[in-house]
C-alpha cells in the first residue's frame, strides 16, 4: 500500500512540474486544493491565486527540476512528500539553478491526489 502510495504521488508530482514546464495555469489549477499555499525558500507565502498568477505572469520559467531523496509518510488521507531538488528556472533569458529541500503535502481526494502545500528551504552551497 505504501509503494503505491509512493508511485502515486510521483507521478501527481511530475505532472505538476510538467504542467509548471509549459506554464498550463489551468492543469495547475486543477491540481490545486483551493486552499493551496506555495512557501518560497525566501519565506513568502503564496495563496493559490498568487501562485497561478505568478506562474501566468511568466516572471521565471520552469526549466527542469531534479529530485532526490524523495520519501512518502501518510496520516489518513494526508500524505507528505519530501526530498531534495534541483529546479533550473529561466529568468528573464537568464538559467540559474537553485537547490532546496522540499515538503509538499498531498490530500487524496475522490479525483485522486491534490496539492494543499509546498514548502521549500534553501540548501547550503556545496
Known amino acids: 500500500m ?55 505572469a511568466a516572471r521565471y520559467r520552469f526549466v527542469r527540476a531534479d529530485r ?18 534541483a529546479t533550473t528556472l529561466d529568468m528573464a533569458g537568464e538559467l540559474k539553478t537553485i537547490r532546496n529541500a522540499f515538503v509538499t503535502a498531498w490530500v487524496r481526494e475522490e479525483g485522486g491526489w491534490k496539492l494543499l502545500h509546498w514548502q521549500a528551504t534553501k540548501l547550503p552551497e556545496g
Open 2 to 56: 505504501e509503494r503505491d502510495i509512493f508511485e502515486a504521488l510521483l507521478a501527481a508530482d511530475e505532472a505538476r512540474y510538467q504542467a509548471l514546464y509549459v506554464q498550463d495555469v489551468t492543469a495547475l489549477a486543477g491540481m490545486l486544493r483551493d486552499d493551496y499555499l506555495h512557501t518560497h525558500a525566501n519565506g513568502k507565502t503564496d495563496d493559490k491565486d498568487a501562485f497561478l498568477t505568478s506562474i501566468a
Open 68 to 85: 532526490s531523496e524523495q520519501r512518502v509518510r501518510t496520516a489518513g488521507a494526508v500524505a507528505l512528500l519530501s526530498g531534495h531538488t
